[in-house]
Every structure is written in structure tokens, then in C-alpha cells.
């Protein structure tokens, strides 16, 4: 006859494994229903309208780019503040106040306004049937004279510019020209 002990360590063997079992599947079937869901999730808002316009690139410009990212004005006054407080609580009278906020409001202006550029940028002149189009965009190692090129027009004027490589439409990726095979 089995001893109690036996049985009940192998029971409990039994139940751990399947336990075991159980969380490797449902950890399997939730990362594979992630990665599945990523793979057909839309790149756009639904019922979002888009219009574009085709063309070729006939001319390419390396120029700098300014991004305005950051609000030099708004970052100013931050800086000024700032400054004001710090200058107060170090000198505690009026005139550390205002040199603080001075150096504060040009510390945070020019500090804004300097990552606010970027050298990699390109001037594209796209050959459509409406007409030459300039295009400023950050530059991508895609460009390239006689590229065939779709610019889909986006919120606020701006546009992202697809070019076709090796028969499929492929989003101009940021890039920097030192980085571009010859």
C-alpha cells in the first residue's frame, strides 16, 4: 500500500507542472496576440482623409532646418522666473532678482534656440503635374535625383514625403547625408 506522503508529493509534482503549463500558454497565446495586433493596427487615425500629390525629384539642396520644437519665447520667461527666484533666494534683494531673471531668460532662450537646429535638412524640387513643388524636409539617404516620390499632405501644412524603392512605398526616414551609401 502507497504511502500518504507519496501520493500527496506526487499530486502536488502533478499540479505544479501543470500550473506551470498553464501560465507558459496563456504568456505564449498574450505575446503572440501583441505582436499579431501590432502587425495590423492601422499607421493612421480612422476616417482620417488624406490627398497627395506624385511626382519625381529633379534637384536636391542640403540646408539647415529650423524644427521649432521648443517655444524660445515661453522657455525665456521660464528661464526669467527661474532666474528671479534663484537670484532672490541667493542674494535676497531686488537687484539679485533681476540679474537672475537675465541670465535665466537668456540661458533658457539661447538653450531653445539652439536645439531648436538641425544641419540635415533638403530643399526637394519634386517635378509633379501641377507643377515644380519645393519640399523642406530632414534629409533622408531615400532621396535621390530622379527618385519617383508621393508628398501626402498632414495637419498644419506639413507633409510626409514617401519615395519608391524597389517597388514599394517606403516613409523617408531622417537621416543624416554622412550616413548614406555612395
Excluded at 502533478?14 to 501560465?23: I, L, M, P, S
Excluded at 511626382?55 to 524660445?72: A, R
Aim: proline residues 3%.
Amino acid at each position: 500500500m502507497p504511502n500518504c506522503n507519496q501520493i500527496t508529493e506526487r499530486d502536488s509534482k502533478r499540479a505544479t507542472d501543470r500550473v506551470k503549463g498553464t501560465t507558459l500558454a496563456l504568456a505564449l497565446a498574450l505575446t503572440a496576440s501583441l505582436v499579431v495586433s501590432g502587425c495590423t493596427n492601422p499607421t493612421s487615425t480612422a476616417g482620417r482623409v488624406s490627398y497627395f500629390t506624385e511626382g519625381v525629384i529633379t534637384d536636391i539642396e542640403h540646408i539647415s532646418l529650423d524644427l521649432d520644437h521648443y517655444d524660445t519665447k515661453s522657455n525665456a520667461a521660464l528661464g526669467a522666473a527661474i532666474g528671479a527666484g534663484a537670484g532672490q533666494i541667493i542674494g535676497d534683494n531686488t537687484e539679485s532678482t533681476l540679474i537672475g531673471a537675465g541670465i535665466g531668460a537668456i540661458v533658457a532662450g539661447a538653450s531653445s534656440a539652439f536645439m531648436n537646429r538641425t544641419d540635415d535638412g533638403a530643399r526637394l524640387t519634386v517635378n509633379t503635374n501641377q507643377g515644380l513643388i519645393l519640399v523642406d524636409q530632414p534629409f533622408s539617404c531615400n532621396f535621390k535625383k530622379g527618385a519617383r516620390v508621393r508628398m501626402i499632405n498632414q495637419d498644419n501644412n506639413n507633409v510626409q514625403v514617401q519615395v519608391l524603392v524597389n517597388g514599394s512605398w517606403r516613409t523617408a526616414e531622417k537621416g543624416s547625408p554622412k550616413d548614406c551609401p555612395l
